[in-house]
């Protein structure tokens, strides 16, 4: 290619000539793909904080700016005029879909919303304290079991009939997990109902009495839903990638990206802040928890606080503050202890010089544990609610990968600094 730029590296005293391909928008990316063929050389990096791990056209996210566009829209006007099972179309398809287009997206993912029967049976074999995102990695890992018929990556059909599979019965396998720990009968999906009024309805409701969705509890379901949807390559969705890339199936690659969900620096920081939040209890104990997370000797961080990415306000933090005043307005919940708190350590760390100038602002995770409590949720499922939403950004990001034809199985090199060879020495000897 002409013009294109070229990065220098000098390495003991030759000089190599690396390739630099321009992002549309962001970072530009220097290629170092044939770095140890040409100069014999590693590069390091660990967290991956320089290393773009592949091309993708799925999400964009501008930390410095507090920006993040689904396919180049904005989260919050998507959050706002869109709804989730568009938003799913949108991730998966790169376009926003016609009306007829959506209408029949809607109805395969509802049609698909019942598992296997013979899953019910997997669930009984849990302890009914285990912790409901063991229980949906579980389930997820064993889908592949219950559909061979879609776990052949070559077959294109089978690929978008697992994604499908996975994004219509993951509601259902969350709210099973959910039942199964306190012990009420399994509710089967309702066909006649929107995605999150669903979700909502096989959690909350029961066999023996009617239950009736509110739209506004809803809406905010679905809000939850958009803004959890993708998040580019972050460590679940590299997970995905990373196991993807051996061509392993899509339900493996899921149940995957679940396992490392759950963690607290990345997905388990939802249901760690409101935990936080309920520790901290009154206004008045705030200087004490801000003191142990400026302290370099204490382990404690403030959850729900700081991002890998995000330098400035996290903008899905901004919808999720929003929608959670309209939750805890239409429940009736005027003076909520952990809400109070939550803004007051807010208003705090935004003003403290250790936070700011760390560029540490409120993560998605600091407002939706409180919201997902006022809808009903106990903490255990803040974190399945997540998988839930994401389960469609694993699959788009997945799919784009196996689609790429430059895409390789993964496969990261070392620093080694062990032991060099040396010889067995018998136990005796030692
Ligand atoms: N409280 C106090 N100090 C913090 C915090 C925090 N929440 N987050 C970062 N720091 C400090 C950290 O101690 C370090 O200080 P120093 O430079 O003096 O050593 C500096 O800020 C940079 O932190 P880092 O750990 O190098 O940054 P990272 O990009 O590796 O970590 C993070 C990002 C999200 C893991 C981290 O900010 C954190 O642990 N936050 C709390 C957990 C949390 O809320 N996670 C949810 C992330 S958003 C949802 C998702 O994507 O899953």
Same mark, same amino acid.
């Given at each position: 290619?002409?013009?294109?730029?070229?990065?220098?590296?000098?390495?003991?005293?030759?000089?190599?000539?690396?390739?630099?391909?321009?992002?549309?928008?962001?970072?530009?990316?220097? =290629?170092?793909?044939?770095?140890?063929?040409?100069?014999?050389?590693?590069?390091?990096?660990?967290?991956?904080?320089?290393?773009?791990?592949?091309?993708?056209?799925?999400?964009?996210?501008?930390?410095?700016? %507090?920006?993040?566009?689904?396919?180049?829209?904005?989260?919050? $006007?998507?959050?706002?005029?869109?709804?989730?099972?568009?938003?799913?179309?949108?991730?998966?398809?790169?376009?926003?879909?016609?009306?007829?287009?959506?209408?029949?997206?809607? @109805?395969?993912?509802?049609?698909?919303?019942?598992? @296997?029967? +013979?899953?019910?049976?997997?669930?009984?074999?849990?302890?009914?304290?285990? @912790?409901?995102?063991?229980?949906?990695? %579980?389930?997820?890992?064993?889908?592949?079991?219950?559909?061979?018929?879609?776990?052949?990556?070559?077959?294109?059909?089978?690929?978008?009939?697992?994604?499908?599979?996975?994004?219509? *019965?993951?509601?259902?396998?969350?709210?099973?997990?959910?039942?199964?720990?306190?012990?009420?009968?399994?509710?089967?999906? #309702?066909?006649?109902?929107?995605?999150?009024?669903?979700?909502? +309805?096989?959690?909350?409701?029961?066999?023996?009495?009617?239950? *009736?969705?509110?739209?506004?509890?809803? #809406?905010?379901?679905?809000?939850?839903?958009?803004? @959890?949807? =993708?998040?580019? $390559?972050?460590?679940?969705?590299?997970?995905?990638?990373?196991?993807?890339?051996?061509?392993?199936?899509?339900?493996?690659?899921?149940?995957?990206?679940?396992?490392?969900?759950?963690?607290?620096?990345?997905?388990?920081?939802?249901?760690?802040?409101?935990?936080?939040?309920?520790?901290?209890?009154?206004?008045?104990?705030?200087?004490?928890?801000?003191?142990?997370?400026?302290?370099?000797?204490?382990?404690?961080?403030?959850?729900?606080?700081?991002?890998?990415?995000?330098?400035?306000?996290?903008?899905?933090?901004?919808?999720?503050?929003?929608?959670?005043?309209?939750?805890?307005?239409?429940?009736?919940?005027?003076?909520?202890?952990?809400?109070?708190?939550?803004?007051?350590?807010?208003?705090?760390?935004?003003?403290?010089?250790?936070?700011?100038?760390?560029?540490?602002?409120?993560?998605?995770?600091?407002?939706?544990?409180?919201?997902? #409590?006022?809808? %009903?949720?106990?903490?255990?499922?803040?974190?399945?609610?997540?998988?839930?939403?994401?389960?469609?950004?694993?699959?788009?990001?997945?799919?784009?990968?196996?689609?790429?034809?430059?895409?390789?199985?993964?496969?990261?090199? $070392?620093?080694?600094? %062990?032991?060099?060879? #040396?010889?067995?020495?018998?136990?005796?000897?030692?």
């Amino acid at each position: 290619m002409e013009n294109q730029k070229k990065a220098t590296l000098t390495y003991d005293g030759n000089t190599w000539e690396l390739p630099v391909y321009e992002a549309t928008v962001g970072q530009s990316v220097v =290629d170092i793909s044939n770095l140890y063929n040409d100069a014999g050389i590693f590069t390091y990096d660990p967290g991956f904080k320089s290393t773009a791990s592949c091309e993708s056209k799925i999400t964009y996210v501008d930390g410095e700016k %507090g920006l993040l566009l689904y396919r180049g829209y904005p989260i919050e $006007q998507l959050a706002k005029q869109s709804d989730f099972i568009e938003t799913c179309y949108l991730l998966l398809h790169g376009t926003l879909p016609m009306e007829e287009e959506k209408d029949t997206f809607a @109805h395969s993912i509802k049609i698909h919303s019942m598992v @296997h029967e +013979q899953v019910s049976c997997f669930y009984r074999g849990f302890r009914r304290d285990a @912790h409901p995102m063991a229980v949906v990695c %579980g389930i997820v890992g064993a889908m592949s079991a219950f559909y061979h018929d879609s776990i052949d990556n070559s077959d294109p059909e089978q690929c978008i009939a697992a994604s499908t599979r996975m994004i219509a *019965k993951i509601p259902t396998i969350a709210a099973m997990a959910y039942k199964y720990s306190i012990g009420q009968p399994f509710m089967y999906p #309702r066909n006649e109902l929107n995605y999150a009024s669903n979700f909502l +309805q096989m959690c909350f409701s029961v066999p023996s009495e009617d239950y *009736k969705v509110n739209p506004l509890l809803s #809406r905010a379901m679905d809000r939850v839903l958009i803004l @959890h949807a =993708d998040h580019e $390559q972050n460590a679940s969705t590299s997970t995905v990638r990373l196991a993807g890339s051996s061509d392993t199936n899509p339900f493996a690659c899921v149940a995957a990206g679940i396992a490392c969900l759950w963690g607290p620096a990345h997905g388990g920081a939802n249901e760690a802040s409101l935990n936080m939040l309920r520790e901290i209890a009154t206004i008045d104990r705030i200087p004490e928890y801000i003191a142990r997370a400026k302290d370099k000797n204490d382990p404690f961080r403030l959850m729900g606080f700081g991002h890998r990415i995000y330098k400035n306000y996290d903008p899905r933090a901004k919808i999720m503050q929003e929608t959670c005043h309209e939750v805890l307005q239409e429940l009736g919940i005027k003076n909520d202890p952990t809400l109070s708190v939550a803004m007051e350590l807010e208003k705090i760390a935004l003003t403290d010089d250790y936070f700011i100038s760390k560029k540490l602002y409120p993560n998605i995770d600091f407002y939706s544990g409180i919201t997902l #409590r006022a809808l %009903g949720f106990p903490t255990a499922m803040f974190t399945v609610i997540f998988a839930v939403a994401r389960t469609v950004g694993w699959l788009a990001q997945w799919r784009e990968m196996i689609a790429d034809p430059s895409q390789k199985i993964g496969r990261p090199r $070392q620093l080694y600094t %062990g032991s060099p060879q #040396r010889g067995y020495v018998s136990i005796k000897k030692r």
